[in-house]
């Protein structure tokens, strides 16, 4: 749309990469559909440089680096347009948000939690004096109180409850500190029907950062040597088996990919619209193009790399889940 917009010619839109399985031609764009399921492109006159008509009409090459980079970057704000678009239609639903609190659904025997007097389906505000609003919150704070005794602070039936418990410090496995399974308590929330936009575009923003962020610590941890926990196609339909449990589970997992693929793909990785976006960057600081020949050169290196990794994931991630 964006392309069109600007004038230049979209020759295929493409879903999944080729080989092409089958094709249709419909106001001079072959619409496609290809046989790897991963991922889509739009291919377009001129993109890549002299060999597809440099200086014709409706040529991507003879835009300005303003229009080239607005063009590249327009995939990845569709995928944020759709999250903002799926979250917004949540809200006006209903969305599952946190309840501010922890629920336990499980007491091991014998624990720091069962002598404590702790049940199933009790909620748990407080540790040590400090409010708990989620499990990550929660397991942060016994960590820190090992071997030490604790003020845990509980909810039963509505009443507030408080009790002293000493988190071991090495409980059997898979059991923690407490002995408690634990998640996140989540409540249903409604917004009217004009503030649903404004709610799914603060919940969209908020996730993109979210994720930048949680992105950096990974890259942070690469380098340290430390282990990650990365997916490839095989993990996503895994997570998506255990999303799907209703309607809105699966548009709140649809979202999150969508999101997902807007960090990815801005990437500054060649054969990523951010590696394109990157070149267009440095044809700006050179003041002069890169050659066709290098850019496409670079890319379809990184496009193999790409798929090796997909593969890779892939590999692992069938060992994993299946």
Known sequence: MIARLFGVAVEEFGFGIPPRIWGKKIGGTIYSINLLPIGGFVRL????????GFGGAGSFAIQSKLKRAGIVAAGALGNFVLAWLVFSLLWGLGKNVSAEKVLVNKVSL?????AAGIAEGDYILSFNGERVETA???LTLTKDSLEKTATLGFERDSEAVSVSIVPRADPPKG?????VGITTAIKEEKV???????????ETFETTIMMIKSFGGTVTSLFRGEEVMVGGPVAIYAFSKVYADGFKPFLDFMALLSLNL?????LPIPALDGGRILFIGIEALRRKK???RTEAAINSVGLIILIALIVILSVRDIRTFF
Do not use: H, I, R
């Open 192 to 202: 009217p029907f004009w503030q649903t936009p404004w709610f799914g575009l603060k």
């Open 290 to 292: 890169l050659s066709p």
């Open 110 to 114: 014998g624990s720091p939690a069962a």
């Open 136 to 138: 990550e919150e929660l």
């Open 45 to 52: 006159k001129g993109e890549e440089g002299e060999t597809l």
């Open 175 to 179: 059991e923690g500190p407490l002995g």
């Open 262 to 266: 807007v960090v990815v793909n801005l």
